[in-house]
């Protein structure tokens, strides 16, 4: 039992380096083959996923819409790879005009990229070209992406430590997420005050995953809203992972208004696609192309990814995904709550649209708990800033008899802890 994904994580340990893959799950996990929201180890063991891939993929492994997607493009010999900021494939055009016609109308212009932090990294240039300021504020627990230039913006120290000489942190404000509004009011006046650098934007997740499924208190991103358009600093919604569905609506920016808005994950339907759009007036801050971009990359638009990006968004909007994320995240949470709470370790439960999060008492135990639950057959993952919790970001179209199995082995495990 096992041979197959020891031989492989050996495989694995010997030409990656150490840092970019986690090897040290025991039993170990090497992803074979999936369908749905069942994923089948290298050694024929099943599981139920509880992630879709970090949230990447609404529509479960292997959708019916992937699956056509694919087979058309080979059949009628598709593109699969254009010059996006030279010349565009029709796919890139038709994402960028389906994706806008179903944002808020205020957010006219977008660019896409590849990934989260891409997508993050072309706000935090559009900020600076639209404001010609230097300054950010972000929130304490935030995670916007691991690239050099935003890594400034995420929270973790550990993340930051090691490139510390070359980041821009004296840039950046950090304030605690969801504090009063009087502090991020004075923040921003600091960094405004005459012969200091400008704020240029404030970055803000609406519900902070990685750091544990962390909801702001009610009415705290209105007033932020608020209080940017008053100092007229930009307001930055990174949505990679609450967006498209996931909390229940398409974006938490149909409700609150913002001048950047972040998409990523969900987008691409399960390959690498990102968008960042804005507000007209800011987004044509970018100077016209006139044959080579500033900002581009050789993979940006890609138009297999664009082609199963447009599907995904038709298919979410046709089968109603985000109204059945809150009608069966409220369940779902409902469930938890009546199977988990009064638990020892459990701390709160809480979430919104199938964004759910456990939080447990004791630092790391999250990371344990999810090491009980993969040898249980369950795939969940450990957040918070200590690790002390889990989230479960599963598939819209999770079937109900799998959320029963899945919460019956939630408690199961939750009494070994």
């Known amino acids: 039992m096992e041979q197959n994904q020891v031989h492989l994580m050996d495989l694995l340990r010997r030409w990656e380096c150490r840092d970019a893959s986690y090897t040290q799950a025991v039993p170990p996990l090497v992803f074979e083959r999936a369908l749905g929201s069942k994923v089948w180890d290298a050694d ?14 609404s529509l479960g492994h ?13 059949e009628a010999c598709l593109v699969v790879h254009a010059m996006g900021d030279v010349y565009p494939s029709r796919d890139k055009i038709e994402l960028l005009a389906l994706l806008g016609s179903m944002l808020p109308s205020y957010l006219e212009k977008g660019s896409l990229a590849l990934s989260g932090g891409q997508a993050i990294e072309l706000a935090v240039k559009t900020a600076q070209i639209a404001s010609r300021k230097r300054g950010f504020i972000s929130f304490e627990g935030s995670y916007h992406g691991l690239d050099l230039g935003i890594l400034p913006l995420t929270s973790r120290k550990d993340f930051k430590e090691p490139f510390q000489p070359w980041l821009a942190d004296h840039y950046v404000r950090e304030l605690a997420f969801g504090c009063p509004l009087a502090i991020i009011e004075a923040a921003i006046e600091k960094q405004n005050a005459p012969g200091s650098y400008g704020c240029a934007a404030v970055i803000v997740e609406p519900i902070q995953g990685r750091a544990g499924i962390r909801i702001p208190p009610e009415g705290w991103l209105q007033g932020l809203s608020d209080l940017c358009k008053k100092h007229k600093v930009l307001l930055i919604f990174d949505e990679i992972f609450t967006g498209l569905g996931r909390c229940g609506q398409l974006t938490f920016a149909e409700h609150v208004d913002c001048d950047i808005l972040c998409l990523g994950k969900a987008l691409g339907g399960g390959l690498p696609l990102s968008a960042c759009f804005a507000r007209k007036e800011v987004m044509d801050c970018w100077p016209l192309n006139q044959g080579e971009a500033i900002h581009t990359g050789t993979f940006f638009g890609h138009p297999l990814s664009c082609r199963l990006g447009k599907a995904t968004l038709q298919t979410i909007m046709k089968d109603e995904l985000a109204a059945r994320a809150k009608i069966f995240g409220n369940q779902m949470l409902e469930d938890l709550r009546q199977t988990l709470e009064g638990l020892p370790f459990v701390v709160d439960i809480r979430g919104q649209g199938m964004m759910l999060g456990i939080e447990l008492r004791v630092d790391g135990m999250g990371a344990r708990w999810m090491d009980i639950l993969r040898a249980h057959g369950v795939i969940a993952l450990a957040n918070g800033m200590y690790g002390q919790g889990i989230a479960l970001t599963p598939a819209l179209n999770l079937p109900v008899a799998e959320w029963a199995e899945v919460l019956s082995t939630l408690k199961m495990t939750l009494q070994q802890l």
């Open 62 to 74: 292997n959708s019916a819409v992937q699956t056509k997607v694919f087979q058309a493009t080979t």
């Open 44 to 57: 024929g063991r099943v599981y139920i996923d509880m992630c879709a891939g970090f949230g990447v993929l």
